[in-house]
């Protein structure tokens, strides 16, 4: 947990709007967690003025540039340009200099054993779910579902798959897989592999589905939230979502950034962070 | 008043007021540093002149639904509705961890009525660790029809009279800027028994999406912080110290040493540093260096001598 | 409300109120378009909703001594003090060319008294190709020990009564942002007769340069504008068009047409750009286009359907 | 006078802390004057707000791209580095994209006789006088006096003895040239060539030391202003110079974005306009 100066390896659009960031992190090998994430600064003096948070898609080595010096340790971001913030990011070039607050926040709780895990994702929500496939005991037993609009919305699948995972796609205007929601495909894999557990990150609606899914069937789920944030570091309070204890009298309010962005799905209070989160959606 | 030659010596940074010895004139703004132990991983918190804690209030308080904080062009709106952990839960829980500093623990403080404002400062009053205290009087009076104490100069005179009579500890007046005139809340606030005064708290704004067509802001309204209200708030700071006699805490925009240098230059004692650490948790480190630095460039062997140095 | 089918003809942009008659809701703020003749090289006069003067009063008017300007982060500072031709001046000089344009003419004006205001106003009000005035109550009342007739209600109520009865022409009231509740100066305007209120004006503010240690304006104090300040203008024209019923025109750093649409989406009938112009002349025009292109894009064939469509 | 939406074609640092920035401008060429300027913006969204006046170096042509292409009209300016958006500007690179609003401003009012003339520059205040030279009729009988700190500060002068022009040194420091200040020089030239004209650019202090030796002589002076501003087109009125005969009753403000940035020495309030940029100048 540090705040880095450092610079941009790489910076490449992988499909159009969707950008993939390398950037030089000594330090982060061995320390990120799946599922924990970063605050990235633009460079001092431009804006926009708060960082932006974002998932870390792989943490990886690169040769020493001679004899004598250490590897270049690097991760990758991916995402997806929507704002001001991201507008500026995908204009970075190699060697530009930028600024990494983290590993931040709470990453997935991950047991050691190799049952059936099924990873959901929605779109860029895919992000924290490669460290994670990559963490995994049993690979064989992982089946990555993954659903987006259209066929420019599902990225990087083929490098699950080298991972050894099984992939599902579906896609609303049926572009790519089948065409529909992720959930169906969840429900039928749910229905052959009852003892799953179930990992989820993606819009608030697709995670909600999930929920109820699970739920109905007893299948521990941990989702990884979004939020909007300013400190990423618990001080702002402006990222909370409403815990399943919370009351007006005896508020629960847990830290998107803090106690997450990867929470099991009950210590959340759903309800509510439905109706929070749809909120934030159409605002 | 302070010779051209740059000095190999350290300047001294220090500065006293109100009964507060701090090391250097800076710290955090409430609000921003969390309850500090949320910034120790990135930051000395001994370096610091005061640790400034999250806004107290008598029972714990649930805050604002979100969407609570949107960005603005240079500046932030929040509307996070005053969460805290409330005052007894704070000295339970939080105190032991800031009491390991030598740095001096200010804590913010409001309440939703005249006696609640009272209580809670007498509950802190008897907390050893507490250095003082600073009262946000930017709250809604719930007995008056939600009217902001600040903003009504008699009510603002009344709550601080009655905080005043519960604290020995100093006082810190904390005003809004949402007035036609700073300098008469000020005069209420020194009136009223104040060592000092802090501003500004931020100022009320709103920003619209305009494809959803909704506030940004599930609480509508917000409060404005960050570099763009910095000329407002060196103006106000301008003319409250040029209006009362106990010494001002400047906050407003301050992003680097320049910034702080402002405050410092129209007569603030010492400054707070808020939306900055969001933007970067080492901020007030590199302002502290470079305040340092801009006092060896300027021959200033003695911060002192630049506070008030306004040239008009 | 609007069919979400994109529309091939081009939206309806013309506006109406107070009697005006606006091709588009867009024009620029008084004191940054000059007379309209400067923009004249950069910009089509005839695309504009009106065309709006630097204040004028019956006297010409020296202006600050220099630096009267000053960049700020986002924004910034302006001490120009109300350099004028005079009222008599405008008319015999610079009215013959903005008759040209088919663009409604809208004259910003002040005083030093209360006399003053309705004397200028009474000779406006004579001149045919004036469509309306803007009254600018952001001015020091030299009668009343300076305090400015805008942040004192009752001062505002007689000010613009006296103006009132002197003018047959539609009359704007511009509304400083300096005040606790903007609420309570609108209601003071719409009930001495205003047919509209324009807001925000500037909001004071100060810079110092930390080397020199001297404002950054020779006035020490300015009016803040740009783009950092429209989160307060956005919040206080939301609250005025909450509060009267008159027709509201919303000003405050715009610089695109989003920021516009802030504006319009909280019920502002029309908006002023200011500062924008400066940083681009041809500003006005972008924004149109984007105006326009953001109706197509958004299904609405008539702006009026948009304006006050706030969800709240 | 128009808005150009252009490109850097080069930008380089010609000696410490001074650029060389080249544009492509076409329509420039054919009506830009001696003295003009023009207002810089970095790309839109970037900071600072507000656009940043420079004056124009020299214009010129390069060759076309391929056969039928028009040639690539440019101008050049020179700037220093001082602040924020000088900064940004030094970062800029071939091909960024700049906004350009010129040629603005009253340039110098020059005399088709090929008398004696000589121009007298203080550091960066050159910049002007380049185009001016380059625009005399006999510039053998031109004489360029320029000042500065130190060495760094001299700059250019070889291409205005291209020109045909004389040149005369001093810095303060005595680095190059004579050592002292500049307006010893101009004595001495007024002296040999008593009926010259000056043209003059650089701090006000300078200037003012200009005006009285060339009004004690009876010669005629026009003078290149410097102040802040925001418009640049005579709409803000924050760029204002006291005219001779400027009263609080009857106000004569120049605008020296409009009106000048060139002034004949006589239609200025001298006392007032020294005052005034004096405080400029502290502030
Ligand atoms: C823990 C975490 C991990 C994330 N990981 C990734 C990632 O790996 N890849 C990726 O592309 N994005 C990720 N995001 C989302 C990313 O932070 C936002 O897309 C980004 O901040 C938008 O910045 P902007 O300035 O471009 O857009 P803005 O101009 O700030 O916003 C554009 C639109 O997006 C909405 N928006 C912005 N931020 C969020 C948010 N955090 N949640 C919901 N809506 C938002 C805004 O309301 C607005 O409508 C993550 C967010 C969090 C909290
Ligand atoms: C007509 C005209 C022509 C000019 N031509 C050139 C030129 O060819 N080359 C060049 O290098 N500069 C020129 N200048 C000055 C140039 O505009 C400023 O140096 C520049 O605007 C500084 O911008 P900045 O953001 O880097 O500095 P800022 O951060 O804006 O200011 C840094 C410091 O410089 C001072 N300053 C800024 N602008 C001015 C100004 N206009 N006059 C006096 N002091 C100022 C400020 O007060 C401050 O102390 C010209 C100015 C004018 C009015
Ligand atoms: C997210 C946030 C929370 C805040 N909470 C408090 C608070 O609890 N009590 C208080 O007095 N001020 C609070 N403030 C106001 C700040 O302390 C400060 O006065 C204001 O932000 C202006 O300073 P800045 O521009 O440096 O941020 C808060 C500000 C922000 C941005
Ligand atoms: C240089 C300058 C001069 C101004 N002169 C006047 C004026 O004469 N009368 C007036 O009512 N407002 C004046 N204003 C205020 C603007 O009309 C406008 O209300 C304000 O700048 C906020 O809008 P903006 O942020 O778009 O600039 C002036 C503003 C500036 C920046
Ligand atoms: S982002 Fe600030 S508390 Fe989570
Ligand atoms: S710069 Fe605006 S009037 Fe000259």
């Excluded at chain 1, 997450?260 to 509510?272: I, K, N």
């Excluded at chain 2, 409330?86 to 200010?106: N, R, T, Y």
């Excluded at chain 2, 240098?261 to 707070?272: R, S």
Aim: with cysteine; glycine share 10%.
């Amino acid at each position: 947990m540090k705040n880095l100066q450092t610079i941009v390896l790489s910076n490449q659009e992988i499909s159009p709007g969707y950008f993939r960031m390398r950037i030089l992190a000594p330090g982060y090998k061995d320390i990120a967690k799946p599922g924990q994430f970063v605050m990235f600064r633009v460079r001092r003096s431009l804006p926009p003025l708060l960082r932006r948070p974002f998932g870390i898609f792989q943490i990886g080595l690169l040769p020493a540039d001679c004899e004598g010096m250490p590897e270049k340790e690097f991760i990758e971001l991916i995402y997806k340009v929507v704002g001001a913030g991201t507008e500026v990011m995908c204009e970075l070039h190699e060697g530009d200099r930028i600024e990494l607050l983290g590993p931040l926040g709470r990453g997935f709780d991950i047991d050691d054993e190799g049952g059936d895990k099924i990873l959901v994702g929605g779109g860029i929500g895919l992000v924290p779910l490669y460290m994670l496939a990559d963490s995994l005991a049993d690979r064989s037993k992982t089946r990555l579902l993954i659903g987006g609009r259209s066929r420019e919305d599902i990225i990087t699948v083929t490098e699950f798959e080298r991972l050894g995972v099984t992939s599902h796609v579906t896609t609303e205007d049926g572009s790519l897989g089948e065409e529909g929601l992720i959930t169906r495909i969840l429900e039928r894999k749910l229905d052959k592999y009852p003892k799953a557990k179930v990992y989820s990150c993606g819009p608030m609606p697709m995670l909600r589905a999930v929920e109820v899914i699970c739920s109905e069937r007893n299948v521990p789920l941990q989702v990884s939230l979004e939020a909007l944030m300013a400190c990423g570091v618990g001080a702002c309070l402006g990222c909370v979502v409403k815990g399943r204890e919370h009351s007006e009298q005896n508020p629960e309010y847990l830290c998107t950034c803090r106690q997450g962005p990867v929470f099991h799905s009950y210590e959340l209070d759903w309800e509510r962070v439905e109706k929070n989160i749809e909120q934030e959606e159409s605002s | 008043m302070s010779s051209n030659i740059a000095t190999d010596n350290k300047p001294n940074l220090a500065v006293e007021f109100a009964g507060l010895k701090l090391k250097t004139p800076l710290m955090p703004a409430s609000g921003t540093f969390g309850y500090g132990q949320e910034f120790a991983p990135y930051l000395d918190l001994n370096q610091l002149g005061a640790i400034v804690t999250k806004g107290l209030s008598l029972n714990p308080k649930a805050g604002n639904p979100t969407p609570r904080i949107a960005e603005t062009v240079s500046g932030m709106l929040n509307a996070i509705g005053l969460q805290n952990v409330g005052v007894d839960a704070f000295i339970s829980e939080k105190m032991p961890f800031l009491e390991q500093f030598d740095s001096p623990v200010i804590v913010n403080f409001f309440g939703n009525t005249q006696e609640e404002y009272g209580e809670v400062a007498a509950r802190l009053n008897d907390v050893p660790g507490v250095a003082a205290l600073e009262m946000n009087i930017s709250c809604p009076n719930v007995k008056h029809g939600g009217i902001v104490f600040g903003t009504d100069p008699k009510a603002a005179f009344d709550v601080i009279t009655t905080v005043r009579k519960r604290l020995t500890k100093p006082l810190i007046v904390k005003l809004t800027p949402n007035v036609t005139d700073i300098r008469i809340t000020a005069r209420a606030a020194e009136d009223a028994g104040a060592d000092a005064i802090s501003l500004i708290n931020t100022i009320t704004g709103m920003s619209v999406d305009v494809r959803t067509r909704k506030p940004r802001i599930a609480n509508v309204i917000g409060g404005l912080s960050g570099p763009g209200i910095r000329p407002i708030a060196v103006r106000m700071t301008h003319q409250v110290v040029q209006t009362v006699k106990i010494p001002v805490i400047g906050i407003g925009g301050i992003m680097r040493a320049e910034d702080a240098l402002e405050f410092l230059i129209v007569g603030a004692k010492a400054v707070q540093v808020g939306t900055a650490n969001f933007v970067d948790p080492n901020a007030m480190q590199t302002i502290l260096a470079d305040l340092e630095n801009f006092c060896i460039e300027q021959g200033i062997e003695d911060i002192n001598d630049l506070i008030g140095s306004l040239q008009l």
